[in-house]
Nanobody
Framework: QVHLVESGGGLVQAGGSLRLSCAAS????????VAWYRQAPGKERELVAV???????NYTDSVKGRFAISRDIPKNTHSLQMNSLKPEDTAVYYC????????????WGQGTQVTVSS
């Protein structure tokens, strides 16, 4: 199994920045794709950013130009740098990882709260 742990959430003023980190352990060699999701109250969980083992990156439109996903494969970590934060970015953020040959198709961290005040 793969285990994921997020860190870096907190309270920040609008316009500020936070950096979220995700540490993976366990069957990490099976991982090909890592991502960040978020879920705000009353809304469905949405994909924020994803990066594959080939270096392909995609962002949801609302964070383009403000957020950046990165990955350190040797350290089994991936991060989400969040700049120019807006109140609408407030959500629980979850790291995600998966691969075709992992025991499960994908894995989730426990979530970390990001709150952006106005």
């Amino acid at each position: 199994q793969v285990h994921l742990v997020e860190s870096g959430g907190g309270l920040v003023q609008a316009g500020g920045s936070l950096r979220l980190s995700c540490a993976a352990s366990g069957d990490t060699p099976c991982i090909t794709t890592v991502a960040w999701y978020r879920q705000a109250p009353g809304k469905e969980r949405e994909l924020v950013a994803v990066i594959t083992s080939l270096g392909e990156i995609n962002y949801t439109d609302s964070v383009k130009g403000r957020f950046a996903i990165s990955r350190d494969i040797p350290k089994n970590t991936h991060s989400l740098q969040m700049n120019s934060l807006k109140p609408e970015d407030t959500a629980v953020y979850y790291c995600n990882a998966g691969g075709l040959f992992c025991p499960l198709d994908y894995y989730w961290g426990q979530g970390t709260q990001v709150t952006v005040s106005s």
